[in-house]
T-cell receptor, first 112, second 116 residues
Framework: AQSVTQLDSHVSVSEGTPVLLRCNYSSSYSPSLFWYVQHPNKGLQLLLKYTSAATLVKGINGFEAEFKKSETSFHLTKPSAHMSDAAEYFCVVSDNDYKLSFGAGTTVTVRA | GAGVSQTPSNKVTEKGKYVELRCDPISGHTALYWYRQSLGQGPEFLIYFQGTGAADDSGLPNDRFFAVRPEGSVSTLKIQRTERGDSAMYLC??????????????FGQGTRLTVV
């Protein structure tokens, strides 16, 4: 069975400061892991994905995530938050190539 | 259009009525997925099509829910005897299949269903 736990339901940061969104996963196999972002009134957009290649994955808009098998974690980071980063972020795990299991989401607010 | 298109964007229906939600995938995408997102939660898998056939419908909550994709392109999610608990955002996604793998799934903006 596959599942993810997003450890923070809300994260608030100041513009220009680092962002850290925490995610732990559970999977029976060697999983694929993803981070998706959902802006209001827009569709889900893929930020980055891990599929057993390099453990440090770089995505769009300056985001990156590190796969740590020993900790079963896949935390998302960005060195400097921008106002446009305010959105809902989902950590996702998949044991195959079609069924995605989403976490409950983390809402990010960015203070000016 | 360039992306996954879902219609209607909003649907309000009375309890007990029948509804159909439509998804137009990206042209050429053979894989199509339906997910349901309740308020404050992440999307939950409903069904996966490869071509015309439902390869995995294990996420459909009960027999009131049914989905079709008769020509391998447009898909319709059908809900009979709607209940207030069916109120949610219904998301559709599509992707390519290359050899034995599906590529990145692209999501539509969803249909918000409200059952009153």
């Amino acid at each position: 069975a596959q599942s993810v736990t997003q450890l923070d339901s809300h994260v608030s940061v100041s513009e220009g400061t680092p962002v850290l969104l925490r995610c732990n996963y559970s999977s029976s196999y060697s999983p694929s892991l993803f981070w998706y972002v959902q802006h209001p009134n827009k569709g889900l957009q893929l930020l980055l994905k891990y599929t057993s290649a390099a453990t440090l994955v770089k995505g769009i808009n300056g985001f990156e995530a590190e796969f740590k098998k020993s900790e079963t974690s896949f935390h998302l980071t960005k060195p400097s938050a921008h106002m446009s980063d305010a959105a809902e972020y989902f950590c996702v795990v998949s044991d195959n190539d079609y069924k995605l299991s989403f976490g409950a989401g983390t809402t990010v607010t960015v203070r000016a | 259009g360039a992306g996954v298109s879902q219609t209607p964007s909003n649907k309000v229906t009375e309890k007990g009525k029948y509804v159909e939600l439509r998804c137009d995938p990206i042209s050429g995408h053979t894989a199509l997925y339906w997910y349901r997102q309740s308020l404050g939660q992440g999307p939950e898998f409903l069904i996966y099509f490869q071509g015309t056939g439902a390869a995995d419908d294990s996420g459909l909550p009960n027999d009131r829910f049914f989905a079709v994709r008769p020509e391998g392109s447009v898909s319709t999610l059908k809900i009979q005897r709607t209940e207030r608990g069916d109120s949610a955002m219904y998301l559709c996604a599509s992707s390519y299949r290359i050899r034995v793998m599906n590529t990145e799934a692209f999501f539509g903006q969803g249909t918000r269903l409200t059952v009153v």
